[in-house]
């Protein structure tokens, strides 16, 4: 199985930034849609961005859109989501994940698989 691993988590200021990566092992990451999304405490898991497998097509929840970034580099097996003018509300765990049928508007966590284990982003006002 591909395997993901989450970083770049950490404590910001309201406005601030922050560069979230999720790195794969495997040799068939290029086959899949890859997925971010966020889990606030007692909440559940909440779709943020996707994007296609060629890097030709992104989506992005009404929340974050304009502000966060979701790119991906196929060579490296790497995925990140450059998170810009962060808001407390953006407080999570952030999670990236597989979605094998390479739909890019699928925003059901149910459709995606190999979860990684998550970086915490907190974000002070």
């Known amino acids: 199985q591909v395997q993901l691993v989450e970083s770049g988590g950490g404590l910001v200021q309201a406005g601030g930034s922050l560069r979230l990566s999720c790195a794969a092992s495997?040799?068939?990451?290029?086959?899949?849609?890859m997925g971010w999304f966020r889990q606030a405490a007692v909440k559940e898991r909440e779709f943020v961005a996707t994007?296609?497998?060629?890097?030709?097509?992104?989506y992005y929840s009404d929340s974050v859109k304009g502000r966060f970034t979701i790119t991906r580099d196929n060579a490296k097996n790497t995925v990140d989501l450059q998170m810009n003018r962060l808001k407390p509300e953006d407080t999570a765990v952030y999670y990236c994940a597989l979605q094998p049928l390479g739909i890019v508007q699928e925003t059901s966590p149910r459709r995606y698989v190999n979860w990684g284990q998550g970086t915490q982003v907190t974000v002070s006002s």
């Open positions: 994007i296609n497998r060629n890097a030709r097509d992104t």
């Open positions: 495997g040799r068939t990451f290029r086959s899949y849609a």
